[in-house]
């Protein structure tokens, strides 16, 4: 069966697209341009796919059965806080042109929605509160209100024929290339300060194998359904930790991010359709992965300015 993935060539929605080829499904992915030659381990087809709620995308479902939505328009590098300057643009496609996507999809006969939501839709909450999907939405950001407010809208589409779902997200770190820690990495072995952050993830590919789930699973268990996902909770000491022991880097580590201040999310109901994640043993064989492809003068040249008389 062939699979629309908006977004599919970003960050995220790479892990999604290479977990359904890996599992034979045929993928298409929707964007602005076309992938690189060689950027996917198998034959992907693209269809030109934008946020902007003016324009009619109805070509691009043709021959599709599942629509997962991962698109997202942000300022680089920004999620919370990706509005930039212009709000009113953020919402506008965001909000406006992901609903508009979702109608459309309906109309064009796709049997299920999977839409990449956040936690970002439950705010910040009280220190040790656990999270549940039963846990009343209350964004602090114009990100969070963007995600709940287009939950709700796919949410309200559900009908015979057309199952939705959602996957209430956490940071996404993992393998591939560009990486979201590339900049910490090289702050951090060029010898920079870098501030101590705590914060909850989950990898790409078990990402990935969330929307497998939701798309294969029967439709009664999922249909208008959120899904929380998470993984870890983890720190920049943590893993700069395995950085440092992959690289021989001797600079020294940020000091441990407090204790407490992160809500854990509960992801029972996600792992009850199967779902398995990696933990900290595939954080760190990820970042021992990533560690392969820096260039060995960043150890070499901190060891040797650490070595000089003061």
Known sequence: ??????????????????????????????????????????????????????????????DAYFFVHAAFSHAPGKYRGGEGEDPEGFRQLNLDGTVKLFETARKAGIRRCVFLSSRAVYGDRLEGEVLTEASKPAPNTLYGEVKRDAEHALFSLSAPGFATASLRATGVYGDLRPNKWDALFDDYLNGKQVPSRAGTEVHGRDLGRAVRLLLETEKGRIDGEAFNLSDILTDTREILGHLQRATNCPQALPAPAPEGVISAMDTSRIRALGWQSGGKVLLRQTIETLAKAIPPRHAAINASASSRPS
């Open 1 to 62: 069966m062939k699979v629309l993935i908006s977004g599919g060539t970003g960050l995220v929605g790479r892990y999604i697209a290479e977990e359904l080829l890996a599992a034979g499904y045929k993928v298409a992915v929707g964007g602005r341009s076309a992938p690189q030659a060689g950027l996917f381990p198998h034959a992907v087809s693209f269809v030109p796919l934008s946020l902007d709620p003016t324009e009619d995308h109805s070509h691009a479902f043709d």
